[in-house]
């Protein structure tokens, strides 16, 4: 039952989310397409399977700072139309080339690397734009809705897209997938938000000026470089321990594939829960202990995996801390991405939400090569143990920083772009 106030009954709100809900479904699917795609319809080596992944997440790497610059004095929501369109049209390419017997692996890294890029323009943009669909406090609960079609996507994308590469083949299934992104486009031509016209004053500057002035920002800022310092540290140190995880739980503790899986499976059902509950503790806790609760959770429920032994109580065990894992996970980015919404003057939201992107985005691949390394050297069990302990880093920060009394922080005025 809808309750009376819930934002979903707002209809500017239900329709973006509808949008969203359906877009990002198709996103998740992606990832995952692609390269069964390569593996099963043009009998890939792993070489090229790993070439065609990796040419999807170069544009983060490369385009993620300037984006959130050139996007910056643009309205946001013609910005996400006209990108969700271009995403669609560029996966469109796949299916038809492969009707057209005419698709190989360099087409699929070409049209991976321009769909990753339109994708996250509008990523970019949608952070920016959900201010101007609620009021201020209303965030919270909109950043959770919005979470929850996140977290619901994650988790039924990649199931959605294996069960329709068997069926329908690769091709045919990332059509589908396209279908998301214009779906989202469609919601977003029918709703008029307030956004604030476009200042002529930014138009005076360079780009590099106008990236540099928002890293400026955060830097000057606690709050925002805080929230940056911990999603960086954060990414890293999950990143190096989700590479290994997989290979621990098989070679250590016997686990088949299908048991690995299910496990992963049912924990993110963890990040649907806490997107739904994380309202409720926002309201109960406040935004500083609801951050520091959830930073503070990651070491402890990640190492749970280091008392593990072989069998199903294991995996019941595993299952239920990878549930907690995520569920902490989604609160504090429900409650970190409404603190630096508020935090970031609308002049500089675009800028400020690519450069934490960028952050995360750029260590992921790090992070995941060291884990790896580490694992080689010292083993699987010590590898996971070194990641668990560099979570801790997060909470030190959180504790020793202005996140203690964050609160009720009020919105910037404008300043200056440069």
Known sequence: ?????????????????????????GSAMIPVVMPLIAALTLHASGLEASVVSAASLLPGMLFMLPIGALIENLPKRLVMMWADLAESAALVVVPVLWWADMLSIAALCVVGFFASTFGIVSQVANQALTPYLVREDQLIEANAKLTLAESTATSAGPAAAGFLVARLGGPATLGIAAVGSFFSAATLAVIRP??????????????????????????????????MAINAVDNFFLAWIQAILTVYFLRELHWNSEAVGLVLGVAALGGVIGSLCAKRLHDLLGTSRLLLLAVSAGAPTEAVVLLLEPGTAGKVVACAAQSVAIFFTVCYSVTSRTLRQIESPDNMRT???AAHRWVSVALLPLGALLGGVASSLFGL??????????????????????????ETPSSPSEVKTS
């Not at 039952?1 to 877009?23: C, E, H, I």
């Not at 069990?381 to 964050?406: H, K």
């Open 1 to 25: 039952m809808m309750a009376k106030n819930s934002l979903l009954r707002d209809p500017t709100f239900a329709k973006y989310w509808s949008g969203q809900a359906v877009s990002l479904t």
């Open 194 to 227: 307030p956004e604030p016209a476009p200042d002529p004053a930014a138009k005076e500057h360079g780009l590099y000026q106008l990236i540099v002035a928002g890293l400026h920002f955060i830097k000057k800022n606690a709050v925002l470089r805080t929230l």
């Open 351 to 353: 800028r400020i939400t």
């Open 381 to 406: 069990y010590t590898a996971i143990a070194c990641g668990c302990a560099g979570l801790v880093c997060a909470p030190l920060l959180a504790w020793f920083s202005p996140l203690r009394r964050a």
